[in-house]
């Protein structure tokens, strides 16, 4: 599985067919597991305690998100972070496409690291961004993201979003920052 994940601030697919697609390889992996076998792909993730693929690539934007907003990676994506109070801890601001910018080249703007690593960044409380060390913030985030629902897209199920960290916090109506 670590294959999957390789350089995923870099690759990381936003659309709900790749992402079910990279999401099959694990499902059928689980589906092996003695005692998984009737259990939907989502009941095994929750019984086998384990994040869906997807989860897992954008805890990884999340924490490169944090290596740069504490100096220990290059900001090459030029992502600007401002300070929005004690409550919501620091924001990032995430970049704007120029609006006369072809669809295509939209599609691979948004789903890139300096786009998403920011949106997803924003959906987090001030206790996870502040967090003072990175094995800390690598733990921080695992306890805050145990309480949202973990529903990949998989072939043959149907659901009304896309599982992001961003989706869901639109849906409940999160805001942080």
Not at 38 to 55: P, V
Not at 61 to 90: A, C, E, H, M
Not at 172 to 177: A, D, K, L, N, Q
Request: charged letters at 25%; a positive charge; one cysteine or more.
């Amino acid at each position: 599985l670590p294959l999957l994940e390789y350089c995923c601030t870099v690759w990381s697919p936003t659309s709900t067919g790749e992402i079910a697609q990279l999401e099959q390889v694990q499902r059928n992996f689980t589906r092996r597991i003695a005692g998984c076998r009737e259990m939907t792909y989502w009941e095994r993730l929750n019984y086998l305690k384990l994040q869906s693929l997807q989860r897992r690539r954008e805890r990884y934007l999340i924490i490169q998100t944090w290596k740069v907003y504490k100096k220990l990676s290059p900001n090459v994506s030029g992502i600007d972070f401002k300070d929005s109070g004690s409550r919501q801890g620091p924001r990032a601001e995430v970049p704007s496409l120029n609006h006369k910018a072809q669809r295509s080249k939209a599609s691979l703007f948004e789903g890139s690291f300096s786009v998403r690593g920011p949106s997803l960044w924003n959906t987090l409380p001030a206790f996870v961004k502040v967090s003072p060390t990175k094995d800390t913030l690598k733990s921080t985030p695992g306890q805050y993201l145990a309480g949202i629902p973990d529903w990949p897209p998989t072939t043959n199920y149907s659901i009304e979003h896309n599982n992001s960290l961003s989706e869901w916090a639109k849906r409940r109506g999160v805001r942080w920052s």
